[in-house]
């Protein structure tokens, strides 16, 4: 199993380093987020050991950036940071689980392990092909079909519906589609995802007031419940 570490504290490189290869491990390390995020691009890891406060380059960009690139190695964040807002935006720009300094090595332990079960598990793949009442679309050729007619759909609009077929009834909030989706940080305009669900109600809905295919979850975002 390959790791690679992103921390700028010599001793926690060596201290942290030294206690991997002892398990096994084969561990590389960056000093600055943006050598971590060329190694974490270019190379194929099982894990990536993340810090928040780095030069050049904060973890937290780090892990949008690799995300955006669509690169899914597991990634465990390591801040000295307590404070719960800043475990929460770890979380959901796509980092796997978090570890707050000081630490127990035996915990650290523990959690990659946790991470690197998980990430060898088998999934079920998911299918090229959807139907939905008079609704098809077909993954391969990007297609959406409704009574038969060709939906014309622009890149975007068919990624969300896409996002949506694959995650039936769960509650997306505005945030997680950004994410996903548009490859944005939190902090960018949620109307982008309002926007672009009005535009797939008018072309998908029977009734676009009364919209069945994609609801509205209030407070909290829209869900798929086809």
């Known amino acids: ?3 690679l570490l992103i921390e700028d504290e010599p001793g ?19 000093t600055d987020g943006e050598t971590g995020e060329a190694r974490a691009t270019a190379g194929v890891f099982d894990l990536i050991l993340l810090d928040i406060m780095l ?4 973890g937290f960009d780090v892990c949008v950036a690799l995300r955006t ?25 796509g980092a796997d689980d978090y570890l707050t300094k000081p ?20 999934t079920a793949p998911l299918p090229a092909h959807f139907e939905f009442g008079s609704i098809t679309l077909d993954v ?30 769960a509650t997306l909030s505005r945030e997680e589609l950004l994410n996903q989706v548009w490859g944005y ?11 672009h669900v009005a ?13 069945l295919l994609i609801t509205t979850v209030h407070g909290l975002g829209y869900k798929w419940s086809a």
Do not use: C
């Not at 030069?55 to 904060?58: A, D, E, F, G, R």
């Not at 535009?199 to 919209?211: F, G, N, T």
């Open 1 to 3: 199993m390959r790791i």
């Open 12 to 30: 926690l490189i060596l201290t942290i380093g030294d206690r991997l290869r002892k398990e096994g491990y084969t561990v590389e390390s960056a």
């Open 55 to 58: 030069p050049k380059k904060n």
């Open 69 to 93: 690139k669509g690169i899914l190695t597991p990634i465990l964040i390591l801040t000295a940071r307590g404070q719960t807002m800043d475990k929460v935006t770890g979380l959901k720009i």
């Open 103 to 122: 630490f127990e090595m035996v915990e650290l332990l523990a959690r990659i392990e946790a991470l690197l079960r998980r990430n060898q598990e088998p």
């Open 140 to 169: 391969r050729s990007t297609e959406v079909t409704r009574n038969g007619e060709l939906v014309l759909l622009s890149a975007r609009e068919f990624q969300l519906l896409k996002y949506f077929v694959e995650h039936p009834g």
């Open 185 to 195: 940080r939190s902090v960018q305009s949620t109307r982008t995802v309002d926007v």
């Open 199 to 211: 535009w797939l109600r008018q072309k998908l809905e029977e009734d676009v007031k009364r919209p």
